[in-house]
């Protein structure tokens, strides 16, 4: 097919800004908008004859060239609509690979997870059976037996995140979480948790048990590690913190406590407290 140059384009563009003051000067004329059929009557018969012929032999070269851009334009056309549709095909390739991409990640995770839920499981079996009274390997393989193994073993992990606190004095309307925080920070902590009391009000004033959530474990390690230092608060030495314990656990810590308290009223010139599960006593510095 043939093509229209560069060069054959500004040799138009040249003629046709070389030819329009040519003939604006024949018909007397010195703006284009003066080129009227009434100023063409005007000018001399050779004169118009001359522009004549020009204009007949410029727009017969120039229709020439004009069919060959209209030939280029569609080409162009239909290259532009070849190239969309390889861009759409290309297109289509990549999704179809990112399909492919995440398939092979949605089975890699996927195997990952079950990898791990075993592992868990196994886990939680080998702690089951070092922390859980178990009279034999038949037992175990009772479908019942292993759920509440399991279960126990889960409940263990959620409580390792909470801490019990005794001791914290009981108001109608209070914002609990506040006044946990403020024990927290006389130990000099702030951590992020969450707290309720636990039972039924018995009395008017009782001061019931409050249960602290933690972030995690280690949060609640952190918080019990250091509430050995409220003995020496002038706010909250009657308050103290242990560790969340399961139902039979904490029955045992409630009779320590009773007997702490005891211990308390009747040898107030010591100092009471509980360690490993057993209560202590020390006399008190000399102030």
Partial sequence: MATVSDKELEDLIGKCSAWIPKA????GCSAPIDVTSAACKRAMKDSLAM??????????????????????????????IENQKWVISLQETVIREKEKQLEGVETAVKSSVESNLKE??????????????VCSTEGLADPATLKKVVKSVVQ??????????????????????????EVFEEIGLKPTLQACRVGRVIKEKSKR?????????????????????LRQSARFSEVYVRPD???EERIQ???LVQELLKRRESEPNKLHFIR?????????PAE
């Fill in 245 to 247: 314990r399961s139902e």
């Fill in 156 to 181: 263990e992990e959620d409580r390792s995140r909470n801490v019990i606190i005794f001791g914290l004095a009981e108001k109608k309307g209070e914002n609990l979480e506040e006044s946990v925080q």
């Fill in 120 to 133: 868990q499981f196994k886990s939680y079996s080998e702690a089951a059976a070092e922390n859980v009274m």
């Fill in 253 to 255: 810590d409630r009779l």
């Fill in 276 to 284: 490993a599960g057993t209560i202590h006593s020390k006399d008190k």
């Fill in 51 to 80: 522009l004549f012929a020009e204009s007949f032999q410029f727009v017969r070269f120039q229709t020439e060239k004009l069919k060959k851009l209209k030939a280029e334009l569609s080409s162009t056309k239909s290259q532009l």
């Fill in 209 to 229: 048990p409050v249960k602290v959530s933690l972030s995690s474990s280690c949060a609640a390690h952190q918080v019990l590690s250091q509430v050995r230092k």
């Fill in 24 to 27: 604006m000067e024949h018909v």
